[in-house]
């Protein structure tokens, strides 16, 4: 059974920086692309970062780029988000997410395997 566990949430003043960790099971990681996704109270989800099965390929919502890094490791299958200069916009429930495929996707429908979040709190 597949499985995503989100770690590494809390809270954290503006300007501050967090590493959001995801710890895969039971499904094909090293063949898996890996999505982030963050949803804020009374809001959709919103896409923020992904990163392809090769790591040839990283997308990052506008929102984060230039402040964010997606990783991965394929060995130990993990994946990372790194996200600096923290602003209280950033403040949601952080998932990760898992698909198979050729081609990188951004939109949350297009992933099967999911996580169950990480609060991130930014207070200004």
């Known amino acids: 059974q597949a499985q995503l566990v989100e770690s590494g949430g809390g809270l954290v003043q503006a300007g501050g920086s967090l590493r959001l960790s995801c710890a895969a099971s039971g499904l094909a990681f090293s063949t898996s692309n890996i999505g982030w996704f963050r949803q804020a109270p009374g809001k959709g989800q919103e896409f923020v970062a992904a990163?392809?099965?090769?790591?040839?390929?990283?997308y990052y919502a506008d929102s984060v780029k230039g402040r964010s890094t997606i990783s991965r490791d394929n060995k130990k299958t993990t994946a990372a988000l790194q996200v600096n200069s923290l602003k209280p916009e950033d403040t949601a429930v952080y998932y990760c997410?898992?698909?198979?495929?050729?081609?990188?996707?951004?939109?949350?429908?297009?992933?099967?395997?999911w996580g169950q979040g990480t609060q991130v709190t930014v207070s200004s």
């Open positions: 997410a898992a698909v198979r495929g050729l081609r990188l996707p951004t939109s949350p429908n297009e992933y099967d395997y």
């Open positions: 990163i392809s099965w090769a790591t040839t390929t990283t």
